[in-house]
């Protein structure tokens, strides 16, 4: 699985951004896709995550403010997505490195909860929000 990031920035408090992440897959199968940040020094958070069903999952620090997105875009020879990390009304809180990860395959009902262990990482973008 590969996959890259790109949208990060520095932003004022009150502003937006829009992260995006290229996942291809070496399968057609579904799997678990989100986005998690981390501060130098603290440990990496959850931010969002999708089923393979698009029930999708939020942090509480970031519920009403973040919305995650993906779509297909299947070729020949390997599925790739496109996933989204809409950010509005940003906060200094929301400074981090923010990765795109993936984990799978996996079956269709799965529930890709923050929480779960993902295997595959981006490189990261960095996102930063001045007071």
């Known amino acids: 699985v590969r996959l890259v990031e790109s949208g990060g920035g520095s932003v004022q408090a009150g502003g937006s951004l829009n992260l995006s992440c290229v996942v291809s897959?070496?399968?057609?199968?579904?799997?678990?896709m989100g986005w998690f940040r981390q501060v130098p020094g603290k440990e990496r958070e959850g931010v969002a995550s999708?089923?393979?069903?698009?029930?999708?999952?939020?942090?509480?620090?970031?519920k009403g403010r973040f919305t995650i997105d993906k779509e297909n875009d299947k070729s020949i020879d390997i599925d790739r997505y496109f996933l989204f990390l809409q950010m509005n009304n940003l906060k200094p809180d929301d400074s981090a490195t923010y990765y795109c990860?993936?984990?799978?395959?996996?079956?269709?009902?799965?529930?890709?909860?923050?929480?779960?262990?993902?295997?595959?990482w981006g490189q990261g973008t960095q996102v930063t929000v001045s007071s």
């Open positions: 990860a993936a984990d799978g395959p996996v079956s269709w009902w799965t529930a890709c909860s923050l929480n779960r262990q993902y295997n595959d």
């Open positions: 897959t070496p399968t057609s199968s579904p799997y678990c």
């Open positions: 999708f089923d393979p069903d698009f029930d999708t999952y939020y942090a509480d620090s970031v």
